[in-house]
């Protein structure tokens, strides 16, 4: 038999909520095919469908009966006691007839041989779908009526038959009285009737006069581009929102997409607000003017068609925006009557509202958050540590007005729209805005000094704060999302080239969170030291201690961190390490060249650490960086490997006059003048010429090897000769602990 | 069919309807309760195998909600219109969809969707999956297949529709403000508006949610409640062998629905903490855990003796 047959299933079930659909889809192919090849049958193509009543797949190509399988199993000797020979006979249900003795190299030995059936396509197919059924993979599943049967809601119909071109066969499924047919219904409302299919070209034809549209792509696109063309012919451009596509695509069969105004009254709210309104509550989109970006058209996608051209629909629609947009309005003039009395209410309030059980009130963050904006402000360039301060200030109010009460998605842009009303300045609006950025890998990185300033004092207070009550981030459980807040710092820093030490600024981050929240500096006393701040932190002296008897306490104990803040921002700084690890790695950047740079260089300044991570990923694709390798290992162990032999270490101190060979001397001239350049080269944090220029080592090195015994009999030689492989690993190890790369 | 004149007659629409189904029209219970599902109606008799089918309007207190009238369609009591059905009909959704029809909604004319939202009752120990109903992108109905009561697997599983009827009327009556609709025929003669029956109760409610309720007895009303359902539940296992037991399982859930409503109240008064919050359902949850179980003991809910007579 050379027929191939389709495979067609629908399962027809009351509304699926839209998110799950697709995975729903994905998963019921992967299943069956699985279990249909399991069983050995082979199929060409597959592929699932989702609507929100409907599950289907169809598998092409499918074998009509699965190949007769030979199975063989050895068994014991010929010459075996009878005891395990009728063992084996028993457990393979055969006689001692019906098995074969052949001549091995271990002797005469029993076989059992059988030959497994084909089974029929139908077989398989039933038993795969009922198996599916029964264990189908839904996040929460639920039970209706009096059945056992689990599904995301009732399960109604199944549809599962087999054509082979000509005869159409319902495959016999029965599962707690559902028993699969040939037959389907359309649109729930439009076009309720039953109808039969042949194959899956019938049924999705058949379908589409019933007003279902199978594929989920094509109802996207047909809202998309009916979308993008009724925006356009009232001149406005429709907002583009993927998520929302997908969601709305799942919650129609029938797409028919309508476009209404947005009533005049309205006009006025930000458009970030409109847009939030009705995507959340309505699942609208957006369409603006080309030019103003103001919003003035909604697009709603219904799921049919009506004898009056949804004029029903449509009004219905309006009269709902409407007055989800009255409520807007009514929060959004609320808020503005706050902001016009320059927001007194909010700065009470904030005083008031607990942000965290053990980190005391917002208004407490919100000082602390400023302090810590002005002293990056002061490091950053082009950001006025003024104006960090306004921002910092503001930056917090928005959560205590009622918009964003209401739609808490909206904070920071809320407060930006309300710091522009109270006539602050664009950089500050922005920071204000944007300074919760970026909130994931994918967000876009802000790029202004101000927003940088407030994002990271914004980040770093958080980060210190669960730290100081030791709620870190353990497995998979991060309820205060700080693995996104350590991204962000990394983010921030990187995308930006923020080349600063972090650790004089998360000690202080500490500091204000172990003093009393009355300790926290203003303003005034963070400008007494900062200015000089730089100076004194910088990195030539990290451990000096510096003299703050005359500065605020807390600053003192950042400045001078005390055992308790050493360790805590030790700690916190190792997670970023590690999470910088993370970030590093979805960069493609190998993960053992990132561990070579960290165990030399555990330095605070991510961009620096980064930038050597980088040069020497790149010198490892070159042959002298691979070369060089080689040779530094070779190095490393013959030099450990006496120092653990010998019970001493050996320094790099050459004695010249030891030196007989051109190799040596050779090796010692590139030593000398290549340990220099590539000091300079990192002091410049140019990492890029101290890789190359030590990658230049690696011709001197071969040679020395391709030359010279090192362990020679004369012991003051081969002193001197160890002391020069120390004098390679210390000159390496000055940019990375090469022996940490692998292969 | 033509559309409904009044509040009244959106009600009379969805009994009469429910009942040319075969669901028994309940009357309210008479005690304040958060929503229709607390009506021992749907709440108790969710539990055990026996087949139930119910429909009844109940009155519903938010006191948070309150607006002093105010507010176009937020309130502190207000109605709900609730079916509870068990076994759930394989045409539930049908049998739902005829009831918009009876109100005066033409399904070809108008968009209905369910929209997923899974149903959750902390305080009830309670949850389902089902959907929101829209009508033009209005929220007209909750949509629920119960899965647990009480902390107990429904078997068989309930559904139950719960109308906010308010809001629903409004939509087919075409009034903005709550307190404009009509609550009989404006052709009465006696017309009366929403607000002519409500508004009032409604100011003088908002002040005593917000403002004056005395939160010391709230609170010791609180603990009364508790403490006598506990105890009333406590009596089963103390009987003496003589006779069988009388489980108190309806006694012992009043006192839980009045706890409930306490807690309530101590909320819009803002005498709870964030905190505290949590505490305080998690005790309601208990006792209504506890009621679930001992209802589960009684008559109620043992297998139907068919053919048979005491």
Redesign the interface.
Known sequence: MTASYELLVELLS??I???LQRKAAEDFKHLMTSKIADARLTYETASAFAT?RRLTLVIKGLLAKSPIVREERRGPRADAPQQAIDGFLRAQGLTIDEVEIRDTPKGRVLFACKELEGRSATEIVGQALTETIRNFPWP?S??????ELRW???L?RILCILSDGEATKVVPVNIEGLIAQDCTVGHS?MSPEEFAVSCFDDYQEKLKQAYVILDPDKRAEKISVDAVKLASSANAELINDRTLLAEVAG??EWPVVMMGTIASEYLSLPAEVMRTTMRTH???FSACDPKTKQIKKFI?V???E???QGA??L???K???A?RLADAEFFWQEDLRVVESDMKGWFEEIETV?FH?ELGTQGERVRRITALAMLFAHQIAGADPKQAEDAAKIAKVDLMSKMVNEFPELQGIMGGNYAKHAGYSAPICAAVRDHYSPLGPLDKVPSEPLTISVGLADKLDVLAGFWAINKKPSGGGDPFALRRAALGVIRLVLENRISIALRPLINMAFSFHFGQSTDVPDSEEIETFADSWFDLTSSEQPNSVIDASHLNPTIARGLNPDPLVEEQSQDLMTFLHERLKVYLRGEKVRHDVIDACLTTSKSDDLVKLVSRTRALAELMKTEEGENLIQGFKRANNILTQAEEQDGQRYSAEVNKTLINTEAERALVAALSASEQAINQAIDRADFFTAMRTMGALRQPIDAFFDNVMVNTECLKTRQNRLSLLAWICQTCSRLADLSRIEG | MALPKSFQDVILRLQSYWASVGCAILQPYDAEVGAGTFHPATCLRALGPRPWAVAYVQPSRRPTDGRYGDNPNRLQHYYQFQVLMKPSPADFQDLYLGSLMAIGIDMNLHDIRFVEDDWESPTLGAWGLGWEVWCDGMEVSQFTYFQQVGGHDCKPVSGELTYGLERLAMYVLDVDHVMDMPFNDPKASVPLTYGDIFRQAEQEFSHYNFDQANIASLKRHFEDAEAECAALLDTISHEDDSEEPTILAHPAYDQCIKASHLFNLLDARGAISVTARQAYIGRVRNLAKQCADAFLATEACQEPVSGSTA
């Open positions: 009351e509304e909520p839209a998110a929100p929460k639920m039970r209706w009526g009096s059945h995301i809601r009732p109604h409302s919650l129609v309505q699942k609208f709603v219904a799921n049919r009506t004898p009056d029903t629909i009004a219905g629609n009269r709902v925006v007055a607990i059980d």
